[in-house]
């Protein structure tokens, strides 16, 4: 009996400051979720459903929000995911000479922190005496110029872009260490058979890889819907609300007073990253076994 007790008490501690400072406030956000709390007055009281048909009226705004929030996820996941496979393939098994260098010279962006990176960007695409623009009318493509974080059009796409170049490389590493894993009797075989560099891609390296994509999707998932701090920094939601996600909201209700509100959003973006990262971690292991 001490035998199986024995490690609860090395476990204990930290369950217990588990429970107290992460599933606690859980639960409570929950509670609040339904409720009308705010900075305007003391009294908390239940309203139901109130706080999440103000969240899916659709002339509150904050479908925009879900949706750009989704985009961003999605976008961020095809871009990082493709540039990162492309970019392990390629330092795997074509460019052999100076591979480290290339690899910490890719992955170097992610070690660089999000505030540094986004003001950084914001400086470079200020549409006036950017860095990206200046060079473009420099060279003779001043039509290619674009007012980049304050157009309503190119605001997204350019917070996209940030940070796909600041995360690729991030996803690169974890690729590459799954590419490595995989046996090279594989690839000899394939040889054998008369395979081409990609069909040794698509039949062996892709569906051994699948694991470490489910991983990779699922850590893009999680960041993506609760992008904040890029967002923050480049546009601050801006222009016209064009790039607001749902934390930024959350932030701003917060500002504002609405907790009530604010904690509803929350709760609705828990739930859906839990979700969502079920069945995508389902989806790849059953393309994993086919």
């Known amino acids: 009996m001490k035998s199986r ?58 479908l925009l929000f879900i949706k750009n929030t989704v985009v961003f996820t999605v976008a961020t996941i095809l871009t990082k995911t493709v540039i990162a496979l492309g970019l392990a393939v390629l330092l795997t098994s074509g460019l052999k000479r100076l591979a480290h260098f290339h690899r910490v010279i890719m992955y170097l962006p992610a070690v660089l922190p999000m505030l540094v990176v986004s003001l950084i960007f914001k400086s ?78 698509r039949h062996v390296t892709l569906p051994l890889l699948m694991p470490v994509l489910a991983v990779t999707t699922v850590l893009n998932l999680l960041y993506g819907l609760k992008v904040f701090d890029i967002v923050f920094v480049l546009t601050n939601g801006g222009p016209g609300r064009a790039t607001d996600t749902v934390y930024t909201v959350i932030f701003d209700e917060f500002s504002k007073g609405r907790y009530g509100v604010a904690t509803a959003l929350s709760s609705i973006l828990f739930l859906v990253m839990i979700g969502l990262g079920y069945f995508v971690i389902r989806f790849m292991h059953r393309e994993e076994t086919r």
């Open 5 to 62: 007790a024995y490690p609860f008490y090395f476990a204990g501690g930290a369950l217990g400051l588990y429970l107290l400072f992460y599933v606690l406030p859980s639960v409570m956000g929950f509670y609040y979720a339904f409720t009308d709390w705010n900075s305007y007055s003391s009294e908390v009281n239940f309203v139901g459903l109130a706080n999440l048909k103000l969240i899916f009226a659709s002339g509150q705004g904050y």
């Open 124 to 201: 470079i695409l200020n549409p006036a005496t950017g860095l990206l623009n200046t060079f473009l009318r420099e060279v003779g493509l001043g039509f290619l110029a674009q007012k980049w974080l304050v157009d309503v059009h190119w605001a997204m796409p350019s917070v996209i872009g940030v940070d796909t170049w600041r995360g690729a490389g991030y996803i690169m590493v974890i690729l590459i260490a799954g590419i490595q894993a995989i046996p090279k009797d594989y690839y000899e075989a394939a040889a054998i058979d008369g395979a081409s560099g990609w069909n040794a891609f």
